[in-house]
């Protein structure tokens, strides 16, 4: 049973909720963020990312960038540019890329279903990118970015989300990068229990993006527990900011891979000992994306391959029938050697979102060889977490991104 409640959200005024929405933080690095910040001074990143209020050189984790975090924050709502409800509601969240919309439901779920495992999760997260988050919210006393969770489609739900989208959007603009945004409120009590109740007769909901945003909100509930020996749950510390899709609207993009060397090979040995596994056919200069599972391209010297997996190395396994798995396994470790992707600086990972001529660059430019993939499914990601399982790591692209900064939720 999934908790997941309306909330009182602090959001932008409806004027410039399109200048204040922002890409997630992680999504840029410094210099990208600060020349984002000066292109757009309402640009929620300056919350997000507070450092860039600071000469390049200063710690971007000292404790001061929180603080400029918290007073940007505040800032923001003296001036008007956010502004609070007023009162408990839902937001129906639609983002539109290339023509294709996803509709989500944002409000707040439980940080008990993320401990007791109703909300499942398929990655490991770092201890570092943790303290960067849970500094962020304990600091700026809120969440500032959704965490973007699935859940297997329900009928009811789905119901009343369309009859809301029949309305006059809250907000409606197109971003710089092409995607549409629309959001609508739903402050209706009759349409908020049918949606509370509903998620009540939801067994799991799961992580799809934002694992250390959820970890992190979920370690500074149990700091404020512990500050607040009385505390009776009903708390906002206990709920963290969430956008919940359901799975049939879901796209997950290819996660490709780029390697910097052949491991010692010629290009004739490394294709021999990849067919010792794989079923290889030249293709040509023409760009191959895999259509199936089990299937891979290849790009090396000017070519482009078809990789198939041999019956005898796939597998039902959960994560080891995964096609990342098959790669990693039959290809990166057994022949170019790389055991550990987070920390091998001989790999790479480009989103499929920029194509496979990016691909072809990198693999010209500052790397040898590329592989595109078959992406992975969201059947497959619910799978691997209902088993208690973990993905490999950039197992998944899911785009479009959230927005961060149209909804915001205080923990008090």
Known sequence: MATFRPFNAVRPREDVASKVAALPYDVYNREEALAEVLKEPLSFLKVDRAETQFTPDFNPYDALVYEKARDILQQMREEGIL?????????????????????????????????????????????????????????????????FLAYRSQQIINDVVDKVKQGTPLYNFVAPDGIRHAVWKIDQEKEIVTIETGFKNIQNIYIADGHHRAASAVKVGLKRREANPGYTGDEEFNFFLSVLFPHDQLMILDYNRVVKDLNGYTPDEFLNEVAKAFAVEKIGQEPYKPTAKATFGLYLEGAWYKLTAKEEIRSNDPVEGLDVSLLQNHVLTSIL???????????????????LKELEKRANTDMKLAFSMYPTSIVELFDVSDAGLLMPPKSTWFEPKLRSGLFIHELN
């Open 83 to 147: 502004v609070q409800e007023g009162k408990n509601c839902y937001y129906v969240y639609e983002l539109t890329m290339n023509g294709r919309s996803q509709t989500g439901l944002v409000g707040c779920s439980a940080i008990d279903d993320y401990l007791n495992n109703v909300i499942k999760k398929h990655e490991k997260t770092r201890e570092d990118k943790e303290v960067d988050r849970i500094n962020h919210v304990d600091i700026c006393n809120a969440q500032t970015g959704p965490i």
């Open 337 to 355: 050697n790389i055991k550990d992707i987070r920390t091998d600086k001989r790999i790479d990972f480009v989103g499929g979102i920029r194509g």
